[in-house]
């Protein structure tokens, strides 16, 4: 099982260049050095439970919106 850091998959890099945000931006406000945000983005490393939920909150979406078990749908599929 390594594709996604224990199966974890996010929509971090969605949200993020959606709102105009770097990674910078992002990990300033999550209090984290910026490549980690791009471990994340890639999936090479799994959040704790508080940055997930600080995730959440700074995107201001529920947190199944940014991480889910099973892959996401593409986007423009439908």
Excluded at 24 to 47: D, K, M
Aim: proline share 5%; no cysteine.
């Amino acid at each position: 099982m390594g594709d996604e850091a224990a199966g974890v998959y996010n929509r971090i890099a969605v949200l993020r260049v959606e709102r105009g945000i770097s990674r910078r931006q992002l990990a300033s406000a999550l209090g984290v050095h910026y490549q980690t945000v791009g471990y994340l983005e890639r999936g090479e490393y799994s959040p704790s439970l508080q940055v997930a939920l600080q995730i959440a909150e700074f995107f201001e979406v529920p947190v199944e919106t940014v991480f889910s078990r099973s892959p996401f749908p593409r986007i423009g599929a439908d």
